[in-house]
């Protein structure tokens, strides 16, 4: 189920226990055949701060499939090693 955010950006889910929020849509990474997109967003699990989130999306973000979050720090991190 999707619902739209009090702010009128990004999206509120709730999935069973788990409720996200995805705060900021920051790219997309790749798409497949299928239409599903490989994204970095920032999303809030559970009302927790946003952490950076690199996971596969549905068109429509209906469904996701398993990711990797990362806090600012382990972003950061990340970046260097990129570098």
């Given at each position: 189920?999707r619902?739209?955010?009090?702010?009128?950006?990004?999206?509120?889910?709730?999935?069973?226990?788990?409720?996200f929020?995805?705060v900021?849509?920051?790219?997309?990474?790749s798409?497949?055949?299928?239409?599903?997109?490989?994204?970095?967003?920032l999303?809030?699990?559970?009302?927790?701060?946003?952490?950076?989130?690199?996971?596969?999306?549905?068109p429509g973000?209906?469904?996701m499939?398993?990711?990797?979050?990362?806090?600012?720090e382990?972003?950061?991190?990340?970046?260097?090693?990129?570098?």
């Amino acid at each position: 189920m999707r619902l739209n955010n009090e702010r009128g950006k990004g999206w509120k889910y709730n999935m069973a226990d788990i409720t996200f929020e995805i705060v900021e849509e920051l790219g997309v990474l790749s798409t497949s055949a299928k239409g599903w997109t490989k994204e970095l967003n920032l999303v809030s699990w559970n009302g927790r701060p946003p952490k950076y989130d690199i996971r596969e999306w549905s068109p429509g973000h209906e469904k996701m499939g398993k990711g990797l979050t990362f806090s600012e720090e382990e972003m950061d991190a990340l970046y260097k090693l990129l570098k």
